[in-house]
T-cell receptor, first 117, second 116 residues
Framework: GAVVSQHPSRVICKSGTSVKIECRSL??????MFWYRQFPKQSLMLMAT?????????EQGVEKDKFLINHASLTLSTLTVTSAHPEDSSFYIC?????????????FGPGTRLTVL | AQTVTQSQPEMSVQEAETVTLSCTYD???????LFWYKQPPSRQMILVIR??????QNATENRFSVNFQKAAKSFSLKISDSQLGDTAMYFC?????????????FGSGTQLTVLP
């Protein structure tokens, strides 16, 4: 149980284009999903918290107009990198919160490697 | 704000031996959860073990156990009978329980290599 999928696993795009990444909780409903960015050999950096049916909460320094987050259902959140540039190249990871009483835990997707040419 | 510190960037252990990874944290919260996640070369984050701060008993999951010292704000992970598949980056993480967001604060990670 508690499986999270992420699609695509890898994407290469040209500078200036937009890229959408999907995060799905496959066997549970997640009212909250999180989006992280990870640089090589570094820890995960929280970008935003995505709540179903409401606007995402962005961390300081993360441009909300550049990283659009939509959490339209209890099993799906999407991250769209708009007008991507080479500096947006990174590994993006989502997680979904399984929020049961005293079992509150985040489960992670396998990540998406974005390369912007 | 919470901080999580992992002071060992890299560690190695011989197969079948035991290794302990260190983690300390700083918080003013009294109720929280602590986690260890592993990230193997595939980069999939995998939950290793969870500890609720209100529990005095240390959590165990098969070959993985923790030494939770609440007063010292220490949360180390012990891996017994290390296996080659344990080679991964290990992250310690803190979750405060006040508020609805339940965000994780991660340490910088410890790269563990299990040697044959």
């Amino acid at each position: 149980g508690a499986v999270v999928s992420q699609h695509p696993s890898r994407v290469i795009c040209k500078s200036g284009t937009s890229v959408k990444i999907e995060c799905r909780s496959l066997d549970f409903q997640a009212t909250t999903m999180f989006w992280y960015r990870q640089f090589p050999k570094q820890s995960l950096m929280l970008m935003a918290t995505s709540n179903e049916g409401s606007k995402a909460t962005y961390e300081q320094g993360v441009e909300k107009d550049k990283f659009l987050i939509n959490h339209a259902s209890l099993t799906l959140s999407t991250l769209t990198v708009t007008s991507a540039h080479p500096e947006d190249s990174s590994f993006y990871i989502c997680s979904a919160r399984l929020g049961q009483t005293r079992r509150d835990t985040q489960y992670f997707g396998p990540g998406t490697r974005l390369t912007v040419l | 704000a919470q901080t999580v510190t992992q002071s060992q960037p890299e560690m190695s252990v011989q197969e079948a031996e035991t290794v302990t990874l260190s983690c300390t944290y700083d918080t003013s919260e009294s109720n929280y959860y602590l986690f260890w996640y592993k990230q193997p070369p595939s980069r999939q984050m995998i939950l290793v073990i969870r500890q609720e701060a209100y529990k005095q008993q240390n959590a165990t999951e098969n070959r993985f156990s923790v030494n939770f010292q609440k007063a010292a704000k220490s949360f180390s992970l012990k891996i017994s009978d290390s296996q080659l598949g344990d080679t991964a980056m290990y992250f310690c993480a803190f979750m405060k329980l006040t508020g609805s967001a339940r965000q994780l604060t991660f340490g910088s990670g410890t790269q563990l290599t299990v040697l044959p």
